[in-house]
């Protein structure tokens, strides 16, 4: 199965994307850091809902996400 990693509703149109703290192969857990959003200057950061291997990103380092949007996707078993 797959895991979306999503953009939490933060209570504004958009944040940037300022660092991913792991890279695509590597493993995860839940409740690790995957990235940090900016959010004029404080940050936030999103954790793993879920244990298994980060496939993807799909936002980088300076894109502007918004509330809901994917930014990457955790392979939580053998599809």
Avoid at 18 to 44: C, M, Q
Wanted: with cysteine; net charge negative; hydrophobic share 45%.
């Amino acid at each position: 199965m797959r895991e979306p990693i999503i953009v939490p509703d933060l209570g504004v149109a958009d944040v940037v994307l300022s660092v991913w703290y792991v890279k695509p192969g590597e493993e995860v857990f839940r409740g690790d850091r995957l990235v940090e959003l900016l959010l004029g200057s404080a940050t936030f950061d999103v954790t793993a809902t879920a244990a298994g291997i980060l496939t993807e990103h799909d936002a980088v380092p300076g894109d502007r996400v918004r509330s809901g949007q994917v930014v990457g996707c955790i392979k939580t078993s053998v599809d």
